[in-house]
């Protein structure tokens, strides 16, 4: 059985750095790309960074270039969303997903296995 797990989450001030991280247990046998998501109370959910390393693309949402980075290890068993200057307005429940290696929209459909989701909150 496939599982991710988040970490990382949690409370920061306006201007402030977190870094999530997301574990895989299990063997995901089909190519992936890894992916981030929120999801803020009231709102859909959005893809905020893909990553394809067969493919070849990183996406970032307008909301987070710049501000954001997402890597892996090479066995893409760990990957990371490093989030400098965080933002009131980045509130929301984070989550990881394997997602589709062409989501190059990073939209989630088709994705197969997500993470539980961990809360980050920025306080202005």
């Known amino acids: 059985e496939v599982q991710l797990v988040e970490s990382g989450g949690g409370l920061v001030q306006a201007g402030g750095s977190l870094r999530l991280s997301c574990v895989i247990s299990?063997?995901?046998?089909?190519?992936?790309?890894i992916g981030w998501f929120r999801q803020a109370p009231g709102k859909e959910r959005e893809g905020i960074s893909c990553?394809?390393?067969?493919?070849?693309?990183?996406y970032y949402a307008d909301s987070v270039r710049g501000r954001f980075a997402i890597s892996s290890n090479n066995a893409k068993t760990a990957w990371y969303l490093q989030m400098n200057n965080l933002k009131p307005e980045d509130t929301a429940v984070y989550y990881c997903?394997?997602?589709?290696?062409?989501?190059?929209?990073?939209?989630?459909?088709?994705?197969?296995?997500w993470g539980q989701g961990t809360q980050v909150t920025v306080s202005s």
């Open positions: 997903a394997a997602v589709p290696p062409h989501d190059y929209g990073c939209s989630g459909r088709g994705a197969d296995y």
């Open positions: 299990g063997v995901i046998f089909n190519d992936y790309a």
């Open positions: 990553l394809s390393s067969s493919v070849g693309f990183t």
